[in-house]
């Protein structure tokens, strides 16, 4: 079965978060109402591009996989209804320590994969997309210090975090993909 969209967008190849950055652009020059199929191969591109979605205000409809190819398919909002949000506590890589130091949990929420290659020593791995689903795995007492490799995954978890009640998150910025520190692996 094929689905009626009404513009394509080709972002196989790409990872994060440059399938949620061409996905913006594109959403910006669609009509209210049209639907958006985003073609992706990053497996990653599932959790990003519906919580980026959702934090947006457009429809995430669904994905559907064909030879190995997400397609991905949002339906645009109102501009009106529209407003970018963005986590309002962040602290820099070179804070991490510190924070982590006191007691706070370093949550890595790439992949598994990203994670397996390269994360830092003591940091919890909890993808984006099976957050929702391991909240229990979080003590809500404790400082959740999110990172991930650019800062947009882990802004999106730190937002799913606070609105299940976490009262103690922050969002590490700009995230592994400048961190000047060691990475262990877990090959």
Not at 44 to 68: C, F, M, P, R
Not at 157 to 185: H, M
Request: charged content about 30%; overall charge negative; hydrophobic content about 35%.
């Amino acid at each position: 079965m094929s689905i009626k969209a009404d513009v394509q967008l080709d972002a196989k190849g790409l990872a994060c978060p440059m399938p949620i950055v061409k996905t913006k652009k594109a959403m910006s020059n669609l009509a209210d109402g049209q639907i958006l199929e985003v073609q992706a191969t990053d497996k990653g591109s599932l959790a990003d591009l519906k919580a980026w979605s959702e934090s947006v205000g457009h429809q995430y409809i669904g994905t559907v996989v064909e030879n190995d190819v997400l397609l991905h398919y949002i339906r645009k909002s109102s501009n009106e209804e529209i407003e970018d949000i963005t986590f309002k506590h962040t602290i820099s890589n070179e804070e991490l320590f510190d924070r982590a130091s006191k007691g706070g949990t370093i949550l890595d929420v790439r992949e598994e994969a990203e994670y397996a290659f390269g994360h830092i020593e003591g940091s919890k791995s909890i993808p984006l997309g099976e957050l929702e689903d391991r909240l229990d795995e979080l003590d809500k007492d404790q400082e959740i210090l999110v990172i991930c490799r650019t800062g947009t995954r882990s802004d999106l978890a730190a937002q799913k975090l606070a609105e299940k009640g976490f009262t103690r998150v922050v969002n590490v910025l700009p995230g592994l993909s400048s961190w000047k520190g060691d990475l262990s692996k877990k090959i």
